[in-house]
């Protein structure tokens, strides 16, 4: 059979600066304009435009790799999931669970991020400090880190801004491979002392799965008290595909609220209260080509996907009090729920007929945390504590054609308790007349796991043996230091020591009675574990010119993944190690500072590159697949100097790359595909007819061209599952907002 993704062309050196700008210049000439110019420079005097940036910068002067996309950026590229938030960053990308890719009940969908080569649930992800539930492997898979069903219960409208901190966490939070946390909108991203009042209505489209959206955010209140409301609703279908086959149908809806209150008890305190809830509903349809020979017509899928969250928040600022100036408290209940049934017409051992196949996903979330900040002289200490418990669960029901219904759960129903204490203090002096920081801190955490129906699951000993209560401790210390070379030049060195304790689905393993197939569950996991190492310059050193750069070196141990034991008996261990180093750099220049005639025009450019190793228990080396292709995107933008219109033009290019063998995963060493490079090229618009109206567009993938993204089909060895995974062509995401 001939390849379905043939090799092209190497990737394109460098990219045709003087055809990019020509192609800019030559839309900008076109562009009509109809505004009240006055009235729009007048509103932009009180609420700030931010200018056209279709990537993100890193913050300024800080010890860490970390973006943040504020909300003006989402909304200028057309981010409408979680994939399109992070579509131009070079070492971020988002993997997607493909319908049907594992069994005919497994889930699709985004499951979560790969950062610097790390992904699944060894990212942190999380919403106003409330971590998303975890992505739920394939039922019967033989992979640990491959997943049915993801954690992309968000709405991007919902938010302020995303930030994205790559590689191991600090010490406030866990995560071995980094951590994007989604803040929500607040009543006073919208308020001021002379606007008590505020509104925004919004309605977009999306061709590439002709998706409809609407959403309404209100906020009301004085220096008391604050209310806001936003909602958000989508419809939409299958994913436009270039590939061969016709795409799979889907039809689906989501649903996204958001209410707070804050008040201002008295000058030095603030309560706040949060209810956020995502909700989500698709139908589709998996063919008989994905599924294969037992399922001759296919079959029908209905996923209910759920996340609600309550919060209370209180923050107390003081400088009376000994032990912080700062303290913020949380107190926080979230249940999520991911609810799977498959009908499906079967023949098999199960008789001829009709099946049907629930595959749930149950978490429920409670906890507190705290976080102060204190100021003495030279030292500014940060520290916290946290407490939460998670109750997860995953029912199975499963009626075949010839009447036996087996109800069993694909993992043990369980409680997991987890504990944590951190603290950091930045301890402030002068080297050379030049400010130097260390920072050491240190991270404490327990975890317990307690299982709760073992003996209902299993009635094997030997399995019911392996799966115990058990507990994980661990010390995690980290250093930081900076020191300003000179006023425009900030350079950094940090190590970060991370950890990750196995999920309750990796401890309590997968069961099927009926065929004898089992993933046996291990309570005596090992938690993973990583040494980072990071350096960096910031640096402006002139004016107009701003250039990042970055070097990272990190050691992953204990990785977890199947090992198999016998021919359809497999059990999670602690499989590999893997080592992973690489660069980024983002630049951005304002012309203006250059050349004449050229206010409002600027270039952009992120680049990222990384490679990786790994070594399995028994010696044996490979690679480290999740590990992506190069990337780098280049961007020429246009804003205008009073605010009225911005354009930009982004090239993207990503480098091939051919999947090998790779010790982390049991599984890896089959044949992979080559997945090629490409080059695609997008154009984004935003224009403010006036005060009250914004439009915005974007233009993706300009010259249709045919491509594919390694995080998905890298390791996929099924010619229909990668052809069905072919990304869009050319596509548009519109918006018009009205703000009142």
């Not at 909304?75 to 669970?97: H, N, W």
């Not at 993992?411 to 203090?425: F, V």
Request: aromatic share 10%; proline share 4%; with cysteine.
């Amino acid at each position: 059979m001939m390849s379905l993704i043939k090799k092209n062309v190497l990737l394109q050196k460098s990219f045709q600066y003087r055809y990019l700008t020509c192609c800019c210049l030559t839309i900008l000439l076109g562009v009509p304009f109809s505004a009240n110019a006055a009235e729009v420079k007048q509103d932009a005097e009180t609420t700030p435009l931010p200018v056209m940036t279709v990537y993100a910068q890193q913050k300024h002067n800080v010890p860490e790799s970390e973006v943040v996309i504020d909300r003006a950026n989402l909304d200028q590229t057309g981010a409408t999931d979680m994939a399109s938030i992070v579509r131009y960053l070079p070492l971020v990308s988002a993997p997607k669970a493909v319908s049907g890719g594992g069994s005919a009940w497994d889930g699709a969908g985004t499951s979560g991020y790969n950062i610097r080569g790390i992904e699944g649930n060894r990212i942190g992800l999380d919403i106003d400090g409330v971590d998303l539930p975890v992505a739920t492997t394939e039922p019967d898979g033989m992979k640990s880190n491959s997943f049915s069903s993801g954690r992309d219960f968000i709405d991007p409208e919902m938010f302020s801004q995303v930030s994205i901190e790559s590689g191991t966490s600090n010490v406030s939070s866990d995560g071995i491979g980094g951590r994007v946390t989604f803040k929500t909108k607040s009543p006073e991203d919208y308020l001021s002392p002379d606007k008590q009042v505020a509104a925004t209505l919004k309605s977009g489209y999306s061709s590439a799965d002709d998706a409809w959206f609407t959403s309404l955010t209100g906020a009301v209140g004085n220096d008391t008290l604050k209310a806001l409301v936003a909602y958000a609703h989508r419809e939409g279908h299958e994913t436009q595909s270039e590939g061969q086959l016709k795409e799979n149908p889907v039809d689906w809806r989501s649903d996204a609220v958001l209410a707070k209150v804050l008040w201002q008890l008295t000058p030095q305190q603030k309560l706040g209260f949060t209810f956020d809830l995502y909700q989500k509903d698709t139908d589709r349809f998996i063919s008989n080509d994905v599924l294969g020979s037992l399922y001759p017509r296919g079959a029908s899928q209905t996923v209910d996907g759920q996340r609600i969250r309550y919060s209370i928040d209180h923050t107390l600022f003081t400088d009376q009090f000994a032990l912080f100036d700062q303290l913020k408290s949380t107190a926080f209940y979230q249940d999520t729920h991911n609810d799977n049934n498959t009908v499906s017409y079967y023949s098999g051992a199960y008789g001829t007929g009709m099946r049907y196949t629930d595959n749930n996903y149950q978490e429920k979330n409670y906890g507190i945390k705290t976080d102060a900040q204190k100021q003495l002289a030279n030292h500014h200490i940060r520290y916290g504590l946290a407490w939460n418990q998670i109750k997860s669960n995953r029912p199975w029901v499963q009626s075949n054609p010839n009447g036996t219904v087996v109800t069993q759960n694909r993992m043990m129903a369980s409680e997991n308790n987890k504990y944590s204490l951190y603290i950091a203090d930045t301890m402030q002096f002068q080297l050379a007349q030049r400010l130097l920081e260390i920072t050491p801190g240190i991270r404490a955490e327990y975890q317990s796991y307690d299982p709760k129906n073992t003996s209902s699951v299993t009635s094997n000993a030997v399995a019911q043996s392996s799966i115990q209560s058990e507990s994980y401790r661990y010390l995690s210390p980290n250093l930081a230091i900076s020191y300003v070379l000179s006023p425009n030049y900030y350079l950094y060195a940090k190590y970060n020591r991370g950890n990750r304790i196995p999920t309750a689905a990796e401890m309590s393993g997968t069961y099927d009675p009926g065929r004898g197939y089992s993933i046996i569950g291990n309570s005596n996991l090992s938690k993973e574990s990583s040494d980072a190492f990071e350096i960096g310059l910031k640096t402006t050193p002139i004016e107009g010119l701003k250039f990042d750069l970055t070097g990272f070196y990190t050691k992953y141990h204990n990785f977890i993944d199947y090992k198999q034991l016998s021919s359809a008996i497999y059990q999670l261990q602690n499989v590999a190690q893997a080592n992973i180093w690489g660069a980024e750099l983002s630049t951005r220049i304002d012309l203006a500072q250059f050349f004449p005639y050229s206010s409002g025009m600027s270039v952009a450019l992120v680049a990222g590159k990384a490679r990786g190793t790994s070594k399995n228990n028994s010696g044996v080396k490979g690679g480290v697949n999740s590990v992506q292709p190069e990337k780098a995107s280049f961007t020429v933008a246009y804003d205008d100097p009073d605010h009225r219109f911005g354009l930009g033009f982004t090239s993207t290019a990503v480098g091939a790359k051919t999947a090998a063998k790779d010790t982390t995963v049991s599984t890896s060493g089959t044949s992979y595909q080559n997945v090629p490079g490409y080059v695609i090229h997008d154009l984004s618009m935003y224009w403010h007819a006036n005060s009250h109206v914004t439009f915005n567009v974007a233009l993706n993938n300009l010259f249709d061209k045919k491509y594919w993204d390694y995080a998905t089909v890298g390791t996929l060895t099924s010619a229909t599952l990668i052809d069905r995974a072919t990304l869009p062509g050319r596509n548009v995401v519109a918006s018009l907002a009205f703000k009142f």
